[in-house]
């Protein structure tokens, strides 16, 4: 198990501890606590519904093609702009923190 932090569109942060044994992702992880992500796509990187700031310093796996795509078409975008689905919970990203992405109209 490994800890993560997830700071809500309130400002408040989730303390969340997720299994590395699942090969879940920090979209499903989100989902599991019921905070609002909502994973349209199912995880395939086809929407833009679990797009997250990474706040952290951590080392994460580049983005995919399509990871960068939808993120092209994603509103309110920053450098530390990440789809949560294409996020695979292992133990390097223990502590890793991610503030929530307003949602685009």
């Known amino acids: 198990m490994i800890k ?13 501890e997720a299994p590395t044994d699942m090969n879940m992702n920090l979209m499903e992880i989100c989902k599991s606590y019921e905070l609002p992500v909502e ?9 833009s519904t ?3 700031y ?24 920053d ?9 695979r919970i292992t133990d390097a990203l223990d502590g890793l923190v991610v503030r929530l992405a307003p949602v685009g109209e």
């Open 4 to 16: 993560l932090t997830v700071i809500d569109r309130e400002d408040q942060p989730h303390e969340l």
């Open 39 to 47: 994973g349209t796509c199912g995880g395939m990187a086809l929407c």
């Open 50 to 52: 679990c797009h997250v």
């Open 54 to 77: 990474v706040q952290s310093d951590h080392k994460l796996p580049d983005l995919s093609e399509d990871e960068e795509d939808m993120l092209d078409q994603a509103f309110f975008v």
């Open 79 to 87: 450098d530390n702009s990440r789809l949560g689905c294409q996020l």
